[in-house]
């Protein structure tokens, strides 16, 4: 079971341990480069983590974690459109920094392994993406019904994640190398933006 830590010496390591992950991937890092990086022993970090694949669950999670309290906030700012609340979720997932070439991959199979976790830590209460100005804002501009909305969401959801779950998949199909996949991503955002009002 993943747990939280709050001790100078545990953030340390998890810093350093988000520093090599996203550098180098999961099967490339070794926990040599990270308590080096950290100035700890590794009996100090297996003391800590039980090894590499719990501290790079632990640092997936709590960035997932991050992720959502940060899309929670914009949905719920009475200060912004929806469409900057679009434009935003975009921009956020986009630049996220599990979209790394050799950590993605890892991601994914940690999710999928660690669903049930997984979901705790994305879901705050199950009345959240109707209860948000975000829903407000959509059913005042379409004067449709919040199953409406929840239709639209998870549409507007598959633009946007399908190309990066997907990811290993394009960049084969495609031929595409790590640079040429992300210079795809950040033009599928302005598509995504352009989509949106087909999908209202």
Do not use: H
Not at 68 to 96: A, G, H, P, Q, V
Not at 101 to 112: C, Q
């Amino acid at each position: 079971m993943v747990k939280k830590y709050s001790s100078v010496t545990e953030r340390k390591i998890k810093q350093a341990a988000k520093e090599v992950f996203l550098q180098k991937g999961y099967n490339w890092s070794r926990t040599r480069e990270i308590t080096e990086k950290a100035w700890v022993n590794l009996a100090l970090l297996n003391y800590y983590f039980w090894g590499k694949k719990e501290l790079f669950q632990v640092v997936m999670f709590e960035s997932l974690e991050d992720f959502r309290d940060s899309m929670f906030e914009l949905l719920d700012d009475k200060n912004t459109s929806f469409e900057e609340k679009i434009d935003w979720f975009c921009t956020k997932y986009y630049e996220s920094d599990m979209l790394n070439a050799k950590t993605l991959p890892f991601v994914l199979e940690s999710i999928r392994e660690n669903l049930p976790e997984v979901q705790k830590k994305i879901i705050k209460d199950n009345t959240l993406f109707t209860k948000t100005v975000f829903s407000q804002q959509y059913l005042q501009k379409t004067w449709k019904t919040i199953s409406d909305f929840k239709e639209f969401f998870v549409n507007f959801l598959w633009l946007v994640v399908f190309p990066i779950v997907w990811a290993p998949i394009i960049t084969t199909f495609f031929d595409f190398n790590w640079e040429q996949y992300r210079d795809f991503i950040k033009k599928r955002k302005e598509l995504v933006i352009k989509l949106v009002p087909d999908l209202l």
